[in-house]
């Protein structure tokens, strides 16, 4: 569930004088806006304006501006048809799926055709899912986000719910009551990141739950724009990146600090400048840090490390580094650019602390079962054993010098079967496995003249096969215990064991090792 429904209020306006720069919205990421992915799936009408407006990453154009310049500000806003017996509503996919902390709600360009009161629900459901003519998702229950309030006519309403929803929604619905225009809709909220990502994938991403925290001058250019999904281009300016202000001083250097989606084992970095050609940095620098805390430098004990040295930067073109750490995980990163300019995009690849980790368990989980198969089969390093592997079944044969007058046949179901054999002849070969075995089991060995013992299967022997076994046991035994090597899980090179010790311009010592990686609190 969302809120928890009461008689206190659910929200509060988060600036009253409408002309903050920074409250308490801030920071959070608009979930509704097409420059992450969002899309208008359906509305009930569009006579005077799409409701395609609503997500468009660009501010609306105000009432002064569109008098001066004669602009229709209709073609800038949703605007639906008189006389409505009900409401109107407009259905929103989510860019990403994420809990909601607030709105924005525009009306700027509107005065007279402005919806007079508006309601925003929430659900969670596919993302293929059909809306019908009411506007209901399928297989899903709206859930009230916002309830139903007044709103003024060339303004902005920014609502702040007193408590982030608990749930994660990806669509939502706005409702108009009863009909009439709103400019831009903004839902603020937190990503939730897809935690079944596998290998290298951008950390930094928005999609990923990456947001930009802090930056010291992004007045030509949101520092939101960073780590947008897709490259910069000419056709949307207002998300072409990140622009400080032109600086005087030689010395001079702006920054941005990013919180990564997930804490994460960095191994490549990708500066873009994209359309910035003459508008670049001339150079950047990158540090990393690990912290539990979402800003840093709230941190005293947060140490940053740099992890790409002060490097020039051309314009228009993507710049690529590697980085490659095994064993330092970060949760931040930090972009400096030497002395002002403009970065249209900023990737950190890497893998996830969380995936390192459960891999590490699965190695481990594995290890301990073809330990407890072993010690089931009695073997042990004084047991000399001969294994056989088929596509279904491992068959394990061990025979002592004791064991003169029998062999013991063990056969083990191995735990992952082929995934290109079918169920019919995974049971053909497990039981003809099981007949052989019963045969050889029952056939009582031939009498030898020779009193010496026996040696065990497998062993160095300088008799012949046909002195060792009979001709029905030898075919058995023969075929049981040809030396033929067990398959073996293959080992995937680190990325340091296929770069040896080239590429890599990291100032941190690093391990091959993966499993033993421990995300740390902090960096003394």
């Known amino acids: 569930m969302g809120n928890a429904q009461s008689n206190l209020p659910t929200y509060y306006n988060a600036d009253p004088t409408n002309e903050s720069y920074t409250h308490s919205l801030s920071g959070y990421v608009d979930l509704a806006s097409e420059a992450i992915g969002a899309k208008v799936v359906k509305a009930s009408n569009e006579r005077f304006g799409a ?7 660009r501010e609306p154009v105000s009432l002064q501006r569109a008098k001066r310049k004669s602009i229709e ?3 800038d806003a949703w605007v639906t048809r008189r006389h409505n017996p009900e409401a109107d509503w407009a259905v929103i996919r989510l860019g990403s799926a994420g809990t909601i902390s607030g709105f924005s709600i525009d009306t700027r360009g509107l005065d007279g055709e402005h919806a007079s009161s508006v309601s925003i629900q929430g659900c969670l459901a596919s993302e293929d899912s059909a809306i019908n003519d009411d506007g209901d998702v399928e297989g899903a229950q709206w859930e009230e ?3 139903v309030v007044d709103i003024a006519a060339d303004s902005r309403h920014l609502l702040a719910l007193w408590s982030q929803t608990t749930s994660a929604y990806n669509f939502v619905r706005i409702v108009l009551h009863p009909d009439g225009g709103i400019s831009r ?8 990141a897809d935690s079944e990502a596998e290998g290298e994938t951008d950390l930094a991403l928005v999609n990923a739950g990456a947001r930009v925290i802090q930056a010291s001058d992004d007045k030509l250019g949101a520092k939101e724009n960073l780590i947008l999904p897709g490259p910069a281009t000419a056709d949307s300016p207002e998300t072409m990146g990140w622009k400080t202000s032109r600086s005087r001083s030689s010395d001079h250097s702006d920054w941005a600090i990013v919180k990564l989606g997930e804490p994460g084992f960095l191994t490549r970095i990708e500066l873009d400048t ?15 840090c690990y912290t539990e805390m979402t800003n840093p430098e709230s941190d005293p004990q947060c140490f940053w490390y740099q992890i790409v040295p002060r490097t020039e930067l051309n314009g228009g073109k993507l710049h690529s580094i590697d980085v490659t750490l095994n064993d330092v995980p970060f949760s931040h990163i930090k972009l400096i650019i030497h002395p002002d300019g403009g970065v249209s995009r900023l990737r950190a690849y890497g893998q996830r602390v969380k995936e390192i980790e459960e891999e590490a368990a699965r190695e481990e989980a594995e290890a301990a079962a073809e330990a407890a198969v072993a010690a089931e089969a009695g073997l042990d390093a004084d047991t000399p054993a001969a294994a056989t592997e088929t596509e279904d079944y491992v068959v394990l044969d061990s025979v002592t010098e004791t064991q003169s007058k029998e062999v013991e046949v063990v056969i083990t179901p191995v735990q992952e079967a082929s ?27 031939r009498k030898k003249a020779s009193k010496a013992k026996k040696h065990a299967v497998g062993s160095d022997s300088n008799e012949g096969d046909e002195d060792r ?7 058995i035994i023969q075929s049981l215990t040809s030396p033929v090597q067990p398959k073996k899980r293959g080992h995937k090179k680190t990325r340091q064991e296929e770069d040896t010790d080239e590429g890599s311009i990291n100032t941190i010592d690093s391990q091959p090792k993966r499993s033993r990686r421990k995300a740390t609190k902090s960096r003394n």
């Open 469 to 475: 076994f009979s001709s029905r046991e030898g075919e």
């Open 185 to 192: 809709l903004r839902i603020m909220g937190t990503v939730v």
């Open 145 to 147: 986000l916002l309830p």
């Open 419 to 445: 995934d290109n054999e079918d169920a019919a002849g995974s049971k053909r070969v497990a039981k003809k496995a099981a007949a052989v075995a019963k045969e050889l089991v029952s056939t009582p060995p």
């Open 73 to 75: 500000t209709n073609d």
């Open 51 to 57: 409701a395609a407006n609503l997500i468009k990453p």
């Open 274 to 288: 994209g359309l910035y050609d003459g508008d670049q940095p001339v150079a950047a620098a990158l540090q990393a």
